[in-house]
């Protein structure tokens, strides 16, 4: 296990259509994380997973954004009906269950809306 | 006024000089503070993690938090062009989620 993987690394899109994001985190990683950075601006955190449960929201995950970790392993990032607000570079991240000293990042997926 | 501040740069050093990277912050809750390395089109990275108010040493890098004064400092040595990166606070209250900083750029030039 190399790290947190996220794919695809670059998605462009169109006004309107639904994108979905994977992120496969470390194996023996409980916690799920995705943020959300634009250009100039440190990452902002979106939402998390302590195993397949979605513990908490950021007021920034609007109806339009759903994310899912089915079996408490990869977990999916969906926007629908993208707006062209929404072009950042998503990313996701993981931890052990206790302590921040291993919240490792992946390289993140960069969305483009035109 | 944002919950954690940070000089956005950019930052431009020649190689071999010392690099002083500060962050402020308003929320007396935080606990932990770290520093992240981005390079461009990668997750940050983590740099340097501390607890307490003081000093902690790690190679050429030295992270410094004062809690009294609600600032936090790294200082890199003997810069070098790989140092080149965007530079980012992050801190935590206890059981919650991590606050960033915009981030420095810095740049290290030979």
């Known amino acids: 296990d190399t790290g947190v993987s996220q794919n695809p690394r670059h998605k462009i899109t169109k006004r309107g259509q639904n994108v979905t994001f994977r992120c496969d985190p470390i194996?023996?990683?409980?916690?799920l994380y995705w943020y959300r950075q634009t250009l100039g601006q440190g990452p902002e955190f979106l939402t998390y997973?302590?195993?397949?449960?979605?513990?908490?929201k950021s007021r920034l995950l609007s109806d339009r954004f759903s994310a899912e970790r089915p079996k408490g392993s990869f977990s999916t990032l969906e926007i629908q009906r993208t707006e062209q607000g929404d072009s950042a570079m998503y990313l996701c991240?993981?931890?052990?269950?206790?302590?921040?000293?291993?919240?490792?990042f992946g390289s993140g997926t960069r969305l483009t809306v035109v | 006024q944002k919950e954690v501040e940070q000089d956005p740069g950019p930052l431009s050093v020649p190689e071999g000089a010392i690099v002083s990277l500060n962050c402020t912050y308003s929320n007396s809750a935080f606990q932990y503070f770290m520093w992240y390395r981005q390079y461009s089109r990668k997750g940050p990275e983590l740099l340097m993690y501390?607890?307490?108010?003081g000093n902690k040493e790690d190679g050429r890098f030295t992270a410094q938090v004062d809690k009294s004064s609600k600032y936090i400092s790294l200082f890199i040595r003997d810069s070098q062009p790989s140092d080149s990166a965007t530079y980012l606070c992050?801190?935590?209250?206890?059981?919650?989620?991590?606050?960033f900083g915009p981030g420095t750029r810095l740049s290290v030039l030979p």
């Open positions: 194996s023996e990683h409980n916690r």
């Open positions: 997973f302590q195993n397949e449960a979605q513990l908490e």
């Open positions: 501390t607890y307490s108010s």
């Open positions: 992050a801190m935590i209250p206890y059981g919650q989620n991590f606050v």
């Open positions: 991240a993981s931890s052990p269950a206790r302590g921040t000293r291993g919240y490792t």
